[in-house]
């Protein structure tokens, strides 16, 4: 079975400081991977996916975020945050097209 | 294009009440999925189809059925609602074959059952 774990549930960094949001997966066939942003009552939005076409996949708003096999890991980065970054970060992971299975989110606050 | 829709952003229903949400999506994906929503769970499937016809249960189906009678609608229904039910429900879609395929998703439902 698959899963996805999404590690701290809240983060909170100043404004132009690194981003650093953790998943880790478990799959037993080579996954697919995917970060969605969700910002304040509104539906989620693809920032990035990974597909083995490469380890480091660029998304949108600077975000990017890097396959690591050995780590089981799917960590998203941004250099520098901004005031507008604030929203909920999920992790996903799927065997194929469709369904998707999702870590439990990462809140992401930037300090002024 | 209007992606996908999803009526009505906000219901209370008491307890023992049915009702359906309503989802739609215009860009032709073979699948489509229901999820809820709630805090420090990230979405959890309740139910999806790979097309038309076609359904299936996900992690959390109890208390809701689907059908699919067409490629564009994808209507969730409870029979008889209960307070754990309350929750945001996002339908999402996308393409099936080959992949994968990022799933695009309605602006959400917020439901509350008393």
């Known amino acids: 079975a698959q899963s996805v774990t999404q590690l701290g549930s809240h983060v909170s960094v100043s404004e132009g400081a690194l981003v650093l949001l953790r998943c880790n997966y478990s799959?037993?066939?080579?996954?697919?991977l995917f970060w969605y942003v969700q910002y304040p009552n509104q539906g989620l939005q693809l920032l990035l996916k990974?597909?083995?076409?490469?380890?480091l996949v660029k998304g949108i708003n600077g975000f990017e975020a890097e396959f690591k096999k050995s780590e089981t890991s799917f960590h998203l980065t941004k250099p520098s945050a901004h005031m507008s970054d604030a929203a909920e970060y999920f992790c996903a992971v799927t065997p194929q097209g469709g369904k998707l299975i999702f870590g439990q989110g990462t809140e992401l606050s930037v300090k002024p | 294009n209007a992606g996908v829709t999803q009526t009505p952003k906000f219901q209370v229903l008491k307890t023992g009440q049915s009702m359906t949400l309503q989802c739609a999506q215009d860009?032709?994906?073979?699948?489509m999925s229901w999820y809820r929503q709630d805090p420090g769970m990230g979405l959890r499937l309740i139910h999806y189809s790979v097309g038309a016809g076609i359904t299936d249960q996900g992690e959390v189906p109890n208390g809701y059925n689907v059908s699919r009678s067409t490629t564009e609608d994808f209507p969730l229904r409870l029979l008889s609602a209960a307070p754990s039910q309350t929750s945001v429900y996002f339908c999402?879609?996308?393409?099936?074959?080959?992949?994968?395929?990022?799933?695009?998703f309605g602006p959400g439902t917020r439901l509350t059952v008393t």
């Open positions: 999402a879609s996308s393409y099936n074959e080959g992949g994968p395929y990022e799933q695009y």
């Open positions: 860009m032709n994906h073979e699948y």
């Open positions: 799959s037993s066939v080579p996954p697919y």
């Open positions: 990974y597909t083995s076409a490469a380890t």
